[in-house]
């Protein structure tokens, strides 16, 4: 029996949009409107990085413990559309802070994983600490990783792995805040990892101006394992829109193509 026969059609929804600045409400607010034609229609979510309030690198602003408002406005939208939503979150845990990625279920059930690359340029290094672990979930028979912004830059923390006949995950999904000075860099890494992985791809990305007046064009997308746009949000425009994306097409391009029996082992030590 192939993976196919017992792996479902995913439906994906990508949210790209402007978010005010270290504003929870009004981003919270938005992104429950604008999440609503969703409910029923969707399996999976995909907000941006720190989506309920732009990339703030002083997190004491704005960092909530793992039951504040924006954990429990998750638990809620998730029940509420009843699907998955993913996104990250600034996160204060024991006088530590994350740029937390959270996976959150309809049943108010969660994964978590920390930004493993933090941004040096923008300081996040000196106020976040950094994850050490990945983060892969499952979802009607789909293996998905998940990873945040920076991350992109950094292949073999992206790495697909390829063991006893099996891929690690099928889908690999970004949350970001990736300013459009830098753009060409976002469209040209993500079609990359989707190809190098053999796994469909997915990229969010915010638009508008943030608190230190950078601007950001969005760009996001939705990728296919050949690297080829099946979904693709106008810059600078907000955009919630959905797709389909088939397991059997994506195994049945494994099989003809076998890369992942020729990729290199390795370990990732700190």
């Known amino acids: ?77 998730a029940a509420a559309l009843q699907c998955v939503i993913t996104g990250s979150v600034s996160i204060e845990e024991n006088g530590r802070f994350f740029n937390r990625l959270v996976w959150m279920r309809p049943d108010g059930s969660y994964e978590a994983a920390d930004k493993r690359h933090l941004f040096s340029m923008g300081n996040e290094h000196l106020r976040f600490t950094a994850g050490t672990e990945p983060l892969i979930v499952e979802l009607k028979g789909w293996k998905i990783k998940l990873l945040i912004c920076y991350d992109l830059r950094f292949p073999v923390w992206s790495r697909n792995r390829y ?38 791809c997915i990229g969010v990305n915010r638009i508008g101006e943030d608190g230190h007046g950078l601007p950001h064009t969005g760009n996001s997308c939705v990728l296919d394992f050949k690297g080829r746009e099946l979904l693709t949000a106008p810059p600078d425009e907000p955009f919630a829109k959905s797709v389909e994306l088939n397991y059997s097409s994506l195994e049945e391009f494994r099989n003809r193509f076998a890369v992942g029996p020729d990729w290199d082992r390795f370990q990732i030590v700190d």
Do not use: C
Not at 30 to 57: C, N, Q, R, W
Not at 167 to 176: N, Q
């Open 163 to 200: 063991s006893n006949q099996a891929y690690a995950y099928d889908l690999l999904i970004y949350v970001a805040n990736w300013p459009a000075s830098r753009i060409h860099v976002w469209k040209t890494l993500l079609p990359a990892r989707a190809i190098e992985n053999l796994s469909y």
């Open 1 to 77: 029996m192939s993976a196919s026969s017992t792996v479902l059609p995913l439906n994906v929804s990508i949210v790209q949009a402007p978010l005010e600045w270290a504003a929870k409400e009004a981003n919270l607010s938005y992104f429950t409107e604008v999440m609503l034609p969703f409910s029923g229609k969707t399996d999976l979510i995909v907000l941006p990085e720190m989506f309920a309030t732009g990339f703030v690198t002083e997190p004491a602003e704005v960092a909530e413990q793992m039951d504040g408002r924006v954990m429990k406005w998750m638990a809620s939208a």
